[in-house]
């Protein structure tokens, strides 16, 4: 949608107010904007004041100021807000956020505007290679003295600019004399204001999104079409509505590297507008990760609490019946052997991570696997049922995790009569799923299968300034260092670096983190020792510790990831993501003196190694996990040890930080 009002600030100085303020109006009410309006159009009314007012002093100092494109309320489809305008200045992007009446420049506002600027640049096309200038305008506050750009000169996206309704003008022309590049071509506005803006949500913001009722159309990448997110929705509400139609139970198993988007497509079809019924979504979003499911259930209550204004406790009251844990929804169907679940589609999140027979009789004395539980439990309904499994590669870390073949062997022996759409993935065991395979040693020409490519997503979107970082991280895993190497060099601005200072790695991430993007460490579970540095890691402090708030807090709170004083582990991140990541090594996978990993869990007061290869697969897996977290690049803390002390052992930690840069990480110390 393009922004609610397109003129020139030539013209602007010419316009009638009202009937600039009717224009938004009417764009408004077509945008169903409705909230609000009257203290908007107030606020309104003082910009276009403003702008007016600055448009004849500006064009005292640049004549060529009154073909500059002036656009207000400009749509950021990722977040859904609007930036309040945009000024294209010949070859410049400035972005202008009004706080009208506010006599101070907050810092959240700084990083609201900054974020937009960082948004324009990273998923809107006509800003590509712009440089864009974001200007916090406080109508009432003092005039800062002295701007410094601390921005480096290849940095497209500027310092914030501090302007009040006083000296507007002046910040205008200052920024304009300062990164006007005469040789770049004109913007022209209607090209830009048509310009395609396909944000990548975090899966955060695209539950938001879809709890709000927005399409994964509307939310999803630049590259949508690339990466088949748009056609395997589509695929899985056309499944949807065929089971209903013809009575039948369906599962469907969906794929795809690591951030790839399969959680977002789940949610998607339990939010889509078309299965909707009595305004409710169309399914529930199952997962057996608890702090997942606890970080989104919060986030959602939260949005919905500030666009409703309902009560915190009945917000998580609804997205409670939205976003489940699955063992828990398990658990309680099968206690209630007769009870019909009241959803007939519900979408299971890396359902290859579902627990084995074996863990089930150790916690609850079942004998039967979870994916036979799930399936006894869906298919009590009298006509039709779905499940949506979502598969990942790699993802498995935890003991105790029947795996894929397992939904396999039991769709085999125990529901013969399920209709299964699969990705050709699970079928063959393609390099996304590390070579497992839905049917291992069953044989499945009896059964009604049907492999669909469109359920397949091939490349990340976590990632989206390198789309080759999944594959990297195979390839250190499992120790492929030439391929690494050459791998590392098509990351282009995605940047993967290794200190070995702890310090170090804080100040890079914190120079890095701006706007509203987010920051954090991560570490295994399994690097006990790291406690010597500084960051604990037992159980028994994450199990206490507020990981929702370390996801979703703002900086200013001392619990949430910018303080760079927690780590997550692979049980709190997996699944979810952050733009810049500090990943902590431990003492848990090394290098030994032969070249070859070294596999160990601490227990007691040393290492102990692991020799099951079940195991040591785990233990890879958890890299793999805090590996692929990061949007928009990381860093690699490796600790250097202490000789004096065996449980950190300074040769393994040095030779482990050699082969990461062998595999082509770039030291910073």
């Not at 009002?5 to 009937?19: L, M, P, R, V, W």
């Not at 309320?73 to 305008?85: L, T």
């Not at 009590?380 to 590669?393: D, E, M, N």
Request: hydrophobic letters at 40%; charged letters at 25%; aromatic letters at 8%.
């Amino acid at each position: 949608m393009p922004a609610f009002y397109e003129t020139s600030f030539g013209a602007i100085e010419s316009e009638a107010e009202q009937q600039v303020i009717g224009a938004l109006i009417t764009s408004a009410g077509g945008a169903n904007i409705g909230e609000h309006l009257h203290t908007q159009t107030r606020a309104w009314q003082s910009e276009v004041a403003l702008l007016k007012a600055t448009a004849s002093e500006l064009f005292a100092r640049i004549p060529g100021a009154r073909n500059w494109g002036l656009l207000l309320e400009y749509p950021i489809p990722r977040r859904n807000k609007r930036i309040d305008c945009v000024i294209l200045a010949s070859d410049l992007v400035i972005v202008l956020e009004f706080k009208v009446g506010a006599d101070s420049y907050e810092s959240a506002a700084r990083r609201q505007t900054e974020e937009y600027a960082l948004d324009l640049r990273d998923f809107h096309e006509a800003s590509r290679d712009r440089i864009i200038v974001p200007v916090l305008v406080a109508t009432n506050a003092p005039e800062v003295p002295e701007f410094l750009d601390a921005q480096p000169a290849r940095e497209l996206v500027r310092s914030v600019r501090l302007a009040s309704s006083h000296n507007l003008s002046r910040i205008l022309v200052d920024a304009f004399s300062g990164y006007h590049r005469a040789s770049m071509p004109t913007i022209s506005a209607d090209t830009w204001n048509s310009s395609g803006y396909r944000p990548i949500p975090t899966i955060i913001e695209a539950a938001e999104a879809l709890f709000a009722g927005q399409s994964v159309r509307e939310i999803s990448s630049s590259h949508a079409d690339h990466f088949n997110l748009t056609r395997t929705v589509s695929t899985l509400v056309e499944t949807t509505a065929w089971a209903q139609v013809n009575n039948r139970k369906v599962i469907c198993f969906v794929t795809g590297v690591p951030g790839a988007g399969k959680t977002l497509a789940g949610l998607s079809v339990a939010h889509d507008p078309q299965l909707r019924s009595n305004n409710r979504p169309a399914g529930v979003f199952l997962s057996g990760n608890g702090p997942l499911v606890r970080i989104v259930q919060a986030a959602l209550a939260r949005d919905c609490m500030r666009r409703t204004g309902l009560s915190l406790s009945e917000s998580k009251r609804r997205i409670g019946a939205f976003v489940q844990n699955v063992h828990t929804f398990v658990r309680e169907y099968s206690e209630k052997q007769d009870s019909i679940p009241s959803d007939k589609v519900v979408i299971f999140d890396e359902a290859q991570r579902a627990w084995s027979a074996e863990k089930q009789r150790k916690k609850f004395n079942r004998d039967v696997s979870e994916p036979d539980m799930m399936l006894t439990i869906m298919d009590r309904h009298p006509q039709w049922a779905l499940i949506i499994a979502l598969v990942g590669g790699g993802q498995e870390i935890h003991d105790g995790e029947a795996g894929l073949a397992e939904w396999g062997s039991t769709l085999a022996k125990r529901f013969p009569h399920w209709r299964i759409h699969a990705s050709p993935e699970v079928l063959s065991g393609g390099i996304s799923l590390a070579g497992y395979r839905l049917f291992e040693n069953q044989d499945s020409r009896t059964l009604d299968l049907t492999s669909d490519d469109s359920l397949h997503l091939p490349v990340s979107i976590r990632t989206f300034k390198a789309e080759n970082v999944s594959r990297w991280v195979d390839a250190i895993l499992n120790q492929r260092i030439d391929e690494a190497a050459t791998l590392s060099g098509e990351f282009g601005d995605f940047p993967i670096v290794l200190t070995r200072s702890l310090a170090t790695a804080r100040t890079w991430l914190t120079t890095r983190t701006r706007g509203e993007r987010r920051c954090g460490l991560v570490a295994s579970s399994g690097a006990l020792r790291l406690r010597a540095d500084g960051l604990e890691l037992s159980g028994e402090f994450r199990g206490a510790y507020p990981y929702e708030e370390w996801f979703l807090a703002p900086c200013s709170d001392v619990r949430s990831s910018f303080q760079l004083e927690v780590a997550a582990t692979e049980f709190e991140c997996q699944g979810l993501e952050l733009d810049w990541v500090g990943v902590c090594w431990g003492g848990d996978l090394v290098i030994g003196i032969d070249g070859e990993w070294i596999f160990q869990r601490f227990r007691g007061s040393k290492w102990q190694n692991y020799r099951k290869d079940r195991d040591q697969r785990y233990l890879l897996n958890k890299y793999r996990v805090l590996l692929t977290r990061a949007r928009q690049g990381f860093v690699i803390w490796v600790p250097r040890g202490d000789s004096k002390d065996p449980t950190r052992n300074p040769d393994q930690l040095d030779a482990t930080a050699n082969f990461l840069i062998e595999c082509g990480v770039t030291s910073v110390d």
